[in-house]
Every structure is written in structure tokens, then in C-alpha cells.
């Protein structure tokens, strides 16, 4: 593989999820550094397509989460200036982002996810919130949780386990997104379950079990040091811990994902496996499980980076070939 030209990381942008990705982005632009990569960070923004165009890089890092990072748009528009780029294609990011489309396509696959309904806010508005609220819960029962139909970070996200709690969970949901996800809660272990692709085919990472110490994994369980417990590999049966790695490379397959993703999932008492989502762009902080995961299965991070980033710019030579 030819050496590695200049590399763009990107990271930050206006989402709820900035700060996450600025610090995500700066230990990739950090790592890299250290092996002497000529390597640049840059800040989502206004200036990004007149220097893409004016001075393209080899190759760009996107470390970009939430609207704008995760839905396709900045992959779509690398695809537009022709510079080659780290991570699912737009398209493929499309697919992931859309929760409902998402659990879709993982169950065509044959994997289980929780029974869910997904509304928007009109209906509630126009069909009658309370009639509504009745039919969801008649169908789907206690507990629940509400989810913004798109995002990342557990943002607007609430754990319902009394019907009265319903109608201000999905106002939360709504300060977000306006399509509500909602979904039966499966009781059990929630795992994370990072899958990487080095150029051999994509492999699944060790479980990473995550036991908030409070409530659930909300945002600030996921970033605040201390506020969640991680194991790693998880506490689960040989049977469960095989099943949550075949379900999270099946939802990389099913996504149409490429060089790396993060599968959450949640593991019952009878090691029966529920998909709840996959992340394009998983969090690369001290607490991210994807982190984790790598250094379980002896990847030394920097190097990772630098063979994703090598990858793309031999993809992006072989398009323009």
C-alpha cells in the first residue's frame, strides 16, 4: 500500500453531540500525529467546502456525530468534491441513522429487536394524544423507551415505566427529533459490540457490558467519568457472547456498513439477543466502548486509524483509476 498522503480529521459541527466529537476527533488527530502522519484537524463549518475544493486532502477522518455527521449529509458532499473518506458511504449512513428503517432491516436479517411503534408528533396533535397513548400502551405494555427517530448520545431519550410519565417523555423526545420512536424496554444486559475491517473482512470486537450506576445510559452516564461501570469482555455466557458478536457483524452486513461500526444490544435472561441500533461514527472518547472493545482485542488504536485511513485513500485512488 502506497504511503499515506495528507489527512483531514474532521470533527466538531453544531449537533448536541459536538463536544463528543471534538474530543473523539482530537485523539485521532493525536494518535496519528504521533506516527508522524501529516495529518490536519478541521472543524465542521462554513470555510470546510471552499478548502476542500481549493486544497482537497488525501484522505478525510469524518468523527462527526448526530445530524449533519451520522445522517449522510458530510459524506455526501466528500463524494461530491471526490475526496475519499473513512467510514459508511452516505447512503449507507442514511439506512443507520433512520432508527425505525434501521430495525427494519436488521430483523430482514433475521435479527430480533424490541416491538416498537414510530409516530410522529402531528398525530398527536391531530388524532388525539390520549387515545393514542392508550393504544401504545395497550400494545407494547411497561416498561418503554422513547426515542428520537434520529440522534446518537441517548439525546432525548426517556425510560417510561408508568403510563403518567408517557406523555413527557415523547415532549422530550420532540425537543429533538420530530418523530418519536417508541419502544418495548427488554430487560437484561446491555452490551456494546464494536466491529472494525482492516482490509480482511469486518471483525466483531469483545463485548463491552455497560451497568450505568444510576437510571439509564443517558448522556451523561456515557461521558461523565465514574458514572457508568464497563466490563470487557462482558459478563455473559460463551453462547450469548457468540450471538452478540454474529448479531452485530449481521447489522455492519445488513446497514451496508464499511470499516468500522457499534452495535448496542440487550441480552435477556434466556441469552435471547435484541438489536436496539448501530452507530456509523462510534463515540472514541476515555468512555467509549468502541475504545474498549479495540483494546480488548489487542488493536493499538493509532494503528487502526492509520490502516482505516490508508484503506480509503487506496478506494478512493482505485474510483478515480
Avoid at 48 to 73: K, Q, R, Y
Avoid at 196 to 208: E, K, N, Q, S, Y
Wanted: charged share 20%.
Amino acid at each position: 500500500m502506497s504511503e499515506l498522503g495528507r489527512v483531514l480529521v474532521l470533527a466538531g459541527g453544531l449537533s448536541p453531540e459536538r463536544e463528543v466529537s471534538l474530543h473523539s476527533g482530537r485523539r485521532v488527530f493525536d494518535a496519528l500525529r504521533g506516527l508522524d502522519v501529516d495529518v490536519e484537524f478541521g472543524d465542521l463549518g462554513p470555510d470546510l467546502m471552499e478548502a476542500l475544493i481549493a486544497d482537497p486532502p488525501s484522505v478525510v477522518l469524518p468523527v462527526l456525530h448526530g445530524n449533519t455527521g451520522e445522517d449522510g449529509t458530510v459524506r455526501e458532499v466528500l463524494e461530491l468534491v471526490g475526496v475519499p473518506y473513512v467510514g459508511a458511504s452516505a447512503e449507507a449512513c442514511r439506512r443507520a441513522f433512520d432508527k425505525p428503517l434501521a430495525k427494519a432491516l436488521m430483523a430482514q436479517a433475521g435479527l430480533g429487536t424490541p416491538a416498537s411503534v414510530t409516530l410522529p408528533r402531528e398525530a398527536f396533535h391531530d388524532l388525539g394524544a390520549a387515545p393514542l397513548i392508550s393504544l401504545i400502551l395497550k400494545r407494547l405494555g411497561l416498561p418503554l423507551f422513547v426515542k428520537p427517530r434520529a440522534g446518537g448520545s441517548a439525546f432525548g431519550v426517556s425510560h417510561v415505566s408508568d403510563a403518567d410519565q408517557l406523555p413527557a417523555a415523547l415532549m422530550a423526545c420532540f425537543a429533538y427529533h420530530d418523530t418519536a420512536l417508541i419502544e418495548r424496554a427488554v430487560i437484561g444486559v446491555e452490551v456494546a459490540v464494536g466491529v472494525v475491517d482492516l482490509g480482511d473482512g469486518p471483525v466483531a470486537m469483545p463485548a463491552v457490558e455497560i451497568v450505568p450506576r444510576r437510571g439509564i445510559y443517558d448522556y451523561a452516564a456515557h461521558y461523565t467519568a465514574g458514572a457508568t461501570e464497563f466490563f470487557c469482555p462482558a459478563r455473559l455466557s460463551d453462547r450469548a457472547a457468540a450471538a452478540v458478536a454474529r448479531a452485530a457483524l449481521t447489522a455492519h452486513a445488513a446497514l451496508g456498513l464499511r470499516d468500522l461500526s457499534r452495535t448496542d444490544l440487550i441480552v435477556d435472561e434466556d441469552d435471547q439477543v435484541f438489536v436496539l441500533e448501530t452507530a456509523v461514527a462510534p463515540g472514541l472518547t476515555d468512555t467509549s466502548t468502541f475504545v474498549m472493545g479495540l483494546a480488548a482485542e489487542g488493536y493499538a488504536f493509532e494503528r487502526v486509524w492509520l490502516q482505516l485511513a490508508r484503506l480509503a485513500e487506496a478506494r478512493g485512488s482505485s474510483a478515480a483509476g
